[in-house]
T-cell receptor
Framework: LAKTTQPISMDSYEGQEVNITCSHNNIATNDYITWYQQFPSQGPRFIIQGYKTKVTNEVASLFIPADRKSSTLSLPRVSLSDTAVYYCLVGDLNGGTYKYIFGTGTRLKVLA | SAVISQKPSRDICQRGTSLTIQCQVDSQVTMMFWYRQQPGQSLTLIATANQGSEATYESGFVIDKFPISRPNLTFSTLTVSNMSPEDSSIYLC?????????????FGQGTRLTVV
């Protein structure tokens, strides 16, 4: 399973766009990139998933360059409630494994 | 999507005792996993719970300390045996399922264990 590297922490202000970049140099051909969000005292929650290029949903966008060795989670106009830990995960979901090895995650703090 | 219920949600236990954590899923799922999350840390995979066979443990985790059962496709238990204060953590159950996205791993709310 590919190892991921992310910044340990980030601070932002309400209303700003936040970009969290994740490095996964050893990503395999069949691996997908998935981002999870975790609030205190809760289990991680799915945010977005992609394989290449750009994916957008109602809460975030995911940018993946052609070499797929990194990815960037973009959160538009963050609010205080977006304060959480964000995990970048890589895994061969097509194979039905669903097995994730978590990295350190990025602790995002949104300030008023 | 899968809905996961974990019991208990929290417990305070005496050292040397054991605690069994239950994970119930509202639908049949192929893959079930157990994670541990120590205070302020990331999640660490303990094992894959295999239906009808012995669990597959990750490096650093052994069956004698963390016996796991998986009697069917909707239920699993994790036992933390002979507990010490170092076992104080949040234990989370996770399942793999095909959600509205390509594939997702769903997590329970966790069991907060304090060993005194």
């Amino acid at each position: 399973l590919a190892k991921t590297t992310q910044p340990i922490s980030m601070d932002s202000y309400e209303g700003q766009e936040v970009n969290i970049t994740c490095s996964h140099n050893n990503i395999a051909t069949n691996d997908y990139i998935t981002w999870y969000q975790q609030f205190p005292s809760q289990g991680p929650r799915f945010i977005i998933q992609g394989y290449k290029t750009k994916v957008t949903n109602e809460v975030a966008s995911l940018f993946i360059p052609a070499d797929r060795k990194s990815s960037t989670l973009s959160l538009p106009r963050v609010s205080l409630s977006d304060t959480a830990v964000y995990y970048c995960l890589v895994g061969d979901l097509n194979g039905g494994t669903y097995k994730y090895i978590f990295g350190t995650g990025t602790r995002l703090k949104v300030l008023a | 999507s899968a809905v996961i219920s974990q019991k208990p949600s929290r417990d305070i236990c005496q050292r040397g005792t054991s605690l069994t954590i239950q994970c119930q899923v509202d639908s049949q799922v192929t893959m079930m996993f157990w994670y541990r999350q120590q205070p302020g840390q990331s999640l660490t995979l303990i094992a894959t719970a295999n239906q009808g066979s012995e669990a597959t443990y990750e490096s650093g985790f052994v069956i004698d300390k963390f016996p796991i059962s998986r009697p069917n496709l909707t239920f699993s238990t994790l036992t933390v045996s002979n507990m010490s204060p170092e076992d104080s953590s949040i234990y989370l159950c996770s399942v793999g399922d095909r959600g509205r996205n390509f594939a997702e791993a769903f997590f329970g709310q966790g069991t907060r264990l304090t060993v005194v």
